[in-house]
């Protein structure tokens, strides 16, 4: 499984952006993908999360804020991020995960097989 983050870039307060990752190697049917977040300076953590079965899971920290989606046939994830803050500074990463519970959202890394290359997102003040 591959996996091609995108999308990310410097914006300002309040601005929009939407990531894409687009997965190869498996059918969209077979694999559950997660968005996480490494601020500098800080661990990485999950930010969001689609099973096979279409099932989302966001942090609240960005519940009202982003979204998660998948296009089955372009075999993409993506997350739209809107009213960007500060602290949504880093890099994104996307992940795949396969074998596992068809409704159910992972979220711990260690629960994920391969992992794209990540994507800067920078929110400017």
């Known amino acids: 499984v591959q996996l091609q983050a995108s999308g990310g870039g410097l914006v300002q307060v309040g601005d929009s952006l939407r990531l894409r990752c687009a997965y190869s190697?498996?059918?969209?049917?077979?694999?559950?993908v997660g968005w996480f977040r490494q601020a500098p300076g800080k661990e990485r953590e999950f930010v969001a999360g689609?099973?096979?079965?279409?099932?989302?899971r966001t942090i609240e920290a960005v519940r009202d804020r982003f979204a998660i989606s998948r296009d089955s046939a372009k075999r993409t994830i993506y997350l739209q991020m809107n009213s960007l803050k500060p602290e949504d500074t880093g890099v994104y990463f996307c992940?795949?995960?396969?074998?596992?519970?068809?409704?159910?959202?992972?979220?711990?890394?260690?629960?994920?097989?391969?992992w794209g290359q990540g994507t800067l997102v920078t929110v400017s003040s």
């Open positions: 992940a795949a995960e396969w074998g596992g519970n068809y409704h159910y959202v992972p979220r711990e890394g260690y629960e994920f097989g391969a």
């Open positions: 689609i099973s096979r079965s279409g099932n989302t």
């Open positions: 190697g498996l059918t969209s049917s077979s694999v559950a």
